[in-house]
């Protein structure tokens, strides 16, 4: 009996000892960077490490060179979501997903509030680190693979696969499982692919978009506050904003191996609001721009001038501002995040400004290039002060730009705005010396006066400073303004103001020009 617990004993250690150093093996065999992400993973580093053992089994190196890339880079990647609770703090479970369609899942939420009563939010954040499974990975690089090599991109290089078909996620939408379904109800593409032009199969996304979609824009908003629709809400309720309609034709394309881009346009630098698209890559990995939304579907132009277009990315990008400055140091907007590219000149003509600083300035670490919308200044982009002066590279052309750093959580102007035209630039540095006389006109569709209402006009210089205000009389078109600094940068702000004011200035002779 001694004998036989003795043996059995070292069976139990010779066991152990294999499974530990089989388990060494497995973390000494992949790259640093990937180990590093396995380590992050906390609770759910073993769910990672089932998905590098699976691919380390098999004799396809390519798909374990794909985990890599996904590991690698998971750690700038999150789903935003939420879940909803009572007045007492208690989660109420609730899955639009078990109705048979979105007005069913709708209205039982209407009868969850009749019984529950008032129900709040709790916002919540998944790192896809901690919560990814292995299986999930699996099968995705599975289904990815299957596409990938039986579609026309079969041959573009490795590195454009792992960040444009690859991916999983389009941007921080809650994970879901949607590459069999995507794959399943955008085949035709595949198949209009074995004979028709890439251009062609884009313009029948388009008509594919119009007929089950709804583009909700101007229409209705979300009664729930998800960021970002997951890939099965695309398909479940059909609708959604610019934003999840770019989403949907991630999903679609990359079903089918196709590689395609998610393209933000931040900020117009010219009106309010934000808008998003896509850019789908040929054989050669030439860029083809979709926007569904649009009447022009493929290779559609700009509208007016963007603030900047970025192309979000899978893997960390080392030009990003946030791959080498502490976050907290960066304005709360794209420039937090690593994963994206410059993609403006793709889109609307383009400069490098350079403008000078001013004599005062001293921290010089960076300069944040701002547009002005809603009433405020916005950072949009970035550079480094050299000898008294700050280039911005890559600036839409038809546009203002004003030089800021951000300290303590706000935007500290350091430069006069420069004017970044098509023909040319023009710094705006108030004459305040030599003033004149300007005469406001009413436009269609820009200014139209209201009479009695209070105008009052600004000038930029390092804050909006008031000229003067004057009330509209009655049947004039026209507001005369005195004693107005030359070469400034103005702004003129009625009582009933919506912040959708726009910047301008106005010529010697004259001519006014809005941005």
Request: hydrophobic share 40%.
């Amino acid at each position: 009996m001694i004998l036989r617990l003795y043996i059995f004993s070292i069976l139990v250690f010779l066991l152990f000892l294999t499974t530990s150093c089989h388990r060494q093996v497995i973390i000494d065999d992949v790259p640093f960077s990937v180990q590093r992400a396995i380590e992050q993973a906390g609770d759910n580093r073993q769910e990672l490490e089932k998905a590098v053992t699976h691919f380390q089994a098999q004799d396809d190196t390519l798909k374990l060179q794909a985990l890599y890339f996904l590991l690698e880079n998971m750690d700038n990647h999150y789903s935003a979501d939420y879940y909803w609770k009572d007045r007492e703090g208690r989660r109420i479970d609730f899955d639009e997903f078990a109705y048979p369609d979105f007005p069913s899942a709708v209205a039982g939420m209407d009868k969850l509030r009749e019984k529950k009563g008032t129900l709040l939010k709790q916002d919540t954040l998944y790192r896809d680190l901690e919560t990814i499974s292995g299986t999930y990975l699996i099968d995705h690089i599975d289904h990815v693979f299957k596409s990938w090599r039986s579609s026309y991109a079969k041959d573009i290089p490795f590195e454009d696969f792992c960040e444009y078909v690859l991916p999983y996620r389009a941007t921080i939408e809650p994970l879901q499982d949607w590459q069999e379904a995507y794959h399943e109800r955008y085949h035709w593409m595949t198949d209009s692919l074995r004979n028709k032009p890439l251009k062609t199969v884009l313009a029948y996304a388009g008509i594919d978009y119009n007929d089950w979609f709804t583009f909700t824009f101007g229409k209705e908003t979300r009664d729930e506050p998800l960021p970002r629709l997951g890939p099965n809400h695309l398909l479940f309720r059909e609708k959604g904003a610019c934003e999840d309609v770019a989403a949907l034709e991630v999903f679609a394309f990359r079903s089918q191996g196709i590689p395609v881009a998610y393209d933000i346009v931040p900020l117009w630098a010219t009106s309010m609001g934000a808008h998003f698209m896509n850019t789908v890559f040929d054989k050669d990995m030439q860029p083809v721009h979709l926007d569904v939304t649009t009447g022009t579907v493929v290779d559609h132009e700009l509208p007016r001038e963007p603030a900047k277009v970025i192309r979000q990315t899978y893997s960390a990008q080392p030009g990003a501002l946030a791959s080498t400055l502490d976050e907290d140091l960066i304005p709360y907007n794209f420039l937090r995040t690593k994963n994206y590219v410059d993609a403006t000149a793709e889109y609307w003509p383009v400069r490098d400004i350079q403008t000078e600083l001013f004599g005062n300035v001293q921290d010089t670490s960076v300069v944040y290039a701002c547009m002005f919308s809603g009433g405020h200044w916005h950072p949009m982009w970035w550079g480094r002060p050299d000898s008294g002066r700050v280039t911005f590279t890559d600036m839409p052309r038809g546009t203002v730009v004003m030089p800021a750093h951000f300290r303590d959580g706000k935007l500290v102007p350091v430069g006069y705005p420069t004017v970044n035209g098509f023909n040319n630039e023009l710094l705006l540095r108030p004459d305040t010396v030599h003033t004149r006389t300007i005469e406001i006109h009413e436009q269609d569709r820009y200014l139209i006066f209201r009479p009695g209402k209070r105008y009052e006009l600004f000038y930029w210089d390092t804050q909006w400073r008031l000229v003067a205000e004057k009330i509209a009389p009655e049947n004039e078109r026209v507001l005369q303004f005195d004693n107005v600094p030359r070469n400034a940068l103005m702004l003129l702000v009625p009582e009933y103001s919506e912040r959708k004011e726009r910047p301008f200035m106005i010529m010697d002779d004259g001519t006014r020009h809005w941005w």
